[in-house]
């Protein structure tokens, strides 16, 4: 027979039942667990589960199908890796990867397509930028997609040109982009599964009990074929692309629709680009604006009227702007919870609108450690008021906290170190960092808030989900869902108090 759970040893102690929810919390939870409960003896503070609430898994799934260029320190390195790769396919095979981040080079120019013809043997072949904005691809795949000196940059997107108009082998933006990726293979169903089922696995690792996805139909999909088979180690919540708001209006799916393992939420649309890609749309004109402001006012019309909610990505400041004027206009009703994802920067004049308008600020502290030299860079005056968590919560405005991996590591404690006392360390504008508090309400309450779930996840409450990160001084100790163990970390620390006994 199934008995109640006792996680013991840790602070506070909690009790779940056979319904995967909390029993009790702290020193009502052993009689409230039972003397027949199973006892999982761990140690270190239980914080509520945490959650990354803007993170990309088909990304992170294609680490383990095609070329990984995460950390490549030189452009020289990234080529050996696609050649390594290529030799083991067909000559006529497509070479497809991701990670590449030129930032890191020595030398920071763009690479070109030329590069790709020799490492890939002459193959088609696709590299996106660690970013996920930019495209590098071969003369072989440039040809395939029909992209030559004649073709016009398409709405919203960039070829990249030399001095005589040929491309040269670097698309910014989807609408660029995705004339070669369209043309890629997909994988096998099973293959994707498995590359996924492993990515989750990993972020269980991380602590993390759930995460907001922002991903396509196709990883829809494969989560909704890993839940069956009871191969979910996490809870996802899915954004689906603007593409598919025409689907969902016609089937009528809603916010909240599904089950507390997988569910979707809201509709993702792109204002402008990336920093790392020089496509923010800034006030002062500079960058590439992707989504007029007429569509971007139908958007939030169309998703409203079909209960869904929007989920904007807005990197630079005039994109921040757009998305707040256009979230302004429109009168909320019940369960209307919009986002702006990124807000890397925001103008002084809009901190305060982000509480009088009601939106979200669906951030990553973690892309400040990695931005400082491009900010410093680009950005220069406007630093003091960039990766500005701080003065959003001072005004007033509901933080909520993830990765964006694997544009970044997806590790929440590495988020929560960013975003509490990495500032001062780097003596890099601490005034903009919050409190330890603050950000775990954002990793946690502010995360199941920012969905719908309060009433069933975000703190450790009786009746509530039992979603746990349990961590000490080395890291991650377990990470339960549903009272169940996803991920324990063995042995445990050998200088770990003896576990109490049970009742």
Known sequence: MIQPTLF?????????????RILAVGEGARSAAGRRAEVVRLRGR??????????????????????????????EEALARITTWSTKLPD????????????????????????????????????????????WVSSAALKRAGIDRAMQDPPGGVIDRDKRREPTGILRENAAMDLVFDLLPR??????????????????????????????????????????????PIRI???????????????????????????????????????????AEMLDGSGTPRLPQADLVDLIERA????????LHAIGDGAVRRALDALATHRAGPGWRPRIEHAQCVDTKDVKRFARVGV?????????????????????????????????????????????????TADPLAGIEAATVWRRKAKW????????????????????????????????????????????EAGVVATIVGGKVSFLRTPLSTSRRSSPKTR
């Not at 025409?246 to 649309?269: F, N, Y």
């Not at 892309?367 to 030299?373: G, I, L, M, S, W």
């Open 237 to 279: 919540v899915y954004n689906l692309p603007l593409v598919d708001l025409l689907h969902a209006e016609r089937m009528g799916v809603r916010s909240g629709w599904g089950d507390e393992w997988l569910r979707i939420w809201g509709v993702k649309a792109f204002l402008d680009g990336s920093l790392g890609s020089r496509t």
């Open 8 to 20: 013991a040893g840790c602070e506070p102690e909690v009790a779940a039942g056979v319904d995967g």
């Open 429 to 472: 504008h601490p005034e903009l960092a919050v409190s330890r508090a603050v950000a775990l309400r954002a990793y946690t309450a502010g995360a199941a808030y920012a969905v719908g779930m309060e009433k069933d996840a975000g703190t450790l409450r009786a009746g509530k989900l039992c979603d746990l990160t349990v961590v000490d």
């Open 304 to 311: 409203a009227r079909a209960g869904l909610n929007v989920c």
């Open 187 to 232: 994988p096998e169903q099973a293959q994707l599964d498995d590359a996924m089922a492993r990515v989750l696995e990993d972020l269980a690792r991380l602590g993390l009990t759930a995460v907001h996805s922002m991903d396509t139909a196709q990883g829809f999909g494969s989560w909704q074929r890993l839940r069956a088979q009871g191969r979910l």
């Open 360 to 408: 979200i600020a669906s951030m990553q502290p973690i892309h400040a450690v990695a931005d400082r030299e491009l900010v410093e860079e680009y950005w220069p005056r406007l630093a003091p008021h960039s990766y500005a968590w701080g003065a959003l919560a001072r005004a007033g405005a509901r933080l909520v906290f993830g990765s964006d991996a694997p544009v970044e």
């Open 92 to 135: 006529d095979a497509w070479v497809a990867g991701r990670g590449w981040y030129n930032d890191l080079w020595g030398d920071r120019s763009f690479p070109t397509r030329r590069h790709l013809d020799a490492a890939a043997g002459g193959r088609p072949t696709y590299m996106e930028r660690k970013d996920g904005h930019s495209a």
């Open 46 to 75: 239980a914080w509520p589960g945490l959650v990354d609430a803007h993170i990309h898994l088909e990304g992170l799934a294609d680490r383990y199908l095609g070329v990984d260029l995460e950390g490549a320190a030189t452009l």
